[in-house]
């Protein structure tokens, strides 16, 4: 027994260390888990307070760019505004009425909640977003992150007054996209060498793709709503083992400057995850 | 100003110059990634207790990772190098002399070879292990090995650079 102690009093560096190692590795690998802990949601709640108080000073300095986003944004929506299309005169002109059900019997399906970016980091293999926007203010997890110029990520931790958002620069990132021109769909990754452009995997090759093509999410997507905008193809290579082409996409966002964004709430997310999940009842 | 009370603005600054400049730096190539937030473990003093140097080592990398959203990515370097750290220091200064009369590790007290040697070993262990760790999540070798030298040169250019501009008084420590 005396000995035992002795030998954990010789070598109790070298313990602690193995444990501490341990600790790292386990953390690191069950991350998701993890994060669902209190402790993880406290940690995440100061670190998004220290951001705010150095977002609030940098602000100041991305205004012009913002302002130039804000504009751009007014333009698009107001040139789809209902009073520039006119009817012309032998027809009835039709109303399309916006509240949240009509006599067609129409649901809203997705809310956008504006929140502001707190947090960003671009340089690394695992890119996070911190909004100031949390569960008590409605962000759910799952929820997609889109700026005026283009998607930007998914929620992936909620805490009660901010949420992190794995941003489309995040080594697991894996988002439902298409050619905008013939509705090809494939899937949106990023392969970790540079943040202005990502990689768009599984077009088949029957696609006429050409430089300059808009690629925008799919309508296979639960969580973005379809035909958002992100990004336009700078160069596309035939990969010759399989039937497909690789696409790479310059990002419409710039992730270097986002300063506000909106998170999109698809109210029937829950639902249609419940149904992709359940087991079909024949293979059992 | 006391030892402790240095160290404590020392663990901020580190923390809060790697978040807000060193990671909102454009990157330049996949490869570099500029590290500096590492250097205070190599600037603790020379006198602290092992087991506590551990644990705050841990606690240090463990505050940015939380920042970073990776947990454990660099704590686990951290605590490497914090454990190899009094070995390393053993071999390359003469005990007796130094640790009497310095506080901590810098270019005055050490010397310049040593202490170049010192930083560059401590900084290309911390790398190694920090890419290895990367790299066993997303394999490619040739990221493996080119990652490892590109940062290990960045950061040792930070070093130097830091080691230039805030000229740490080496202090000698007297009797009272």
């Known amino acids: 027994m005396k000995n035992i102690f002795l030998f954990i009093r010789n070598y109790i560096n070298l313990i602690c260390f193995l444990a501490l190692q341990i600790t790292c590795i386990v953390m690191l690998s069950r991350n998701s888990q993890t994060h669902e802990a209190f402790f993880a949601s406290a940690s995440n709640e100061i670190t998004g307070k220290v951001n705010k108080q150095f977002d609030n000073f940098y602000s100041y300095f991305r205004l012009q760019e913002i302002n130039r986003q804000l504009t751009a944004e007014n333009v698009r929506l107001r040139n789809d505004l209902q009073s520039n299309f006119i009817v012309p005169d032998s027809s009835r002109k039709i109303v399309t009425d916006s509240l949240n059900k009509d006599s067609l019997n129409r649901y809203r399906k997705f809310y956008y909640l504006p929140a502001k970016v707190v947090g960003s980091t671009v340089t690394l293999q695992t890119n996070f977003l911190t909004l100031e926007r949390g569960s008590l203010q409605g962000v759910k997890k799952g929820m997609s992150v889109i700026s005026p110029e283009g998607i930007v990520g998914v929620v992936t931790e909620v805490s009660d007054n901010y949420s992190r958002v794995m941003s489309l620069l995040h080594r697991n990132s894996k988002v439902s996209a298409m050619l905008k021109k013939d509705n090809n769909a494939g899937s949106i990754e990023w392969d970790g060498v540079d943040p202005a452009y990502l990689t768009l995997k599984n077009i088949s090759k029957g696609a006429q793709v050409k430089k300059g093509d808009s690629i925008v999410t799919s309508n296979y997507s639960a969580n973005f709503p379809s035909r958002i905008m992100i990004g336009t193809v700078a160069d596309f290579t035939v990969d010759p083992t399989t039937n497909f082409y690789n696409l790479k996409v310059k990002t419409a966002a710039n992730f270097f400057t986002l300063q506000y964004v909106y998170v999109v709430e698809n109210v029937r997310y829950a639902e249609q995850a419940k149904l992709e999940n359940t087991k079909p009842k024949g293979n059992e | ?176």
């Open chain 2, 1 to 176: 100003m006391s030892s402790i009370l240095k160290n404590i603005i020392r663990f901020i600054l580190f923390i809060a110059v790697q978040v807000f400049v060193l990671n909102n730096v454009p990157p330049l190539h996949q490869f570099i990634v500029p590290y500096l937030y590492f250097l205070y473990i190599l600037w603790l003093p020379f006198n602290i207790n092992r087991f506590f140097l551990l644990i705050l080592s841990f606690a240090f990398g463990l505050t940015l990772d939380y920042f970073t959203g990776t947990p454990g990515l660099h704590a686990a370097p951290c605590v490497l190098i914090a454990f190899i750290r009094p070995f390393l220091l053993n071999l390359l200064i003469p005990q007796e002399t130094t640790e009497q009369s310095y506080l901590e590790p810098s270019i005055k007290s050490m010397g310049w070879a040593p202490y170049s040697l010192y930083a560059f070993l401590l900084t290309f262990l911390h790398h190694f292990y920090l890419v290895l760790i990367e790299w066993l999540q997303f394999g490619n070798f040739l990221y493996f090995i080119g990652k490892i030298l590109g940062t290990t040169a960045v950061s040792l250019l930070l070093i130097f650079i830091s080691e230039m501009l805030f000229f740490r008084k080496a202090r000698f420590r007297t009797n009272a």
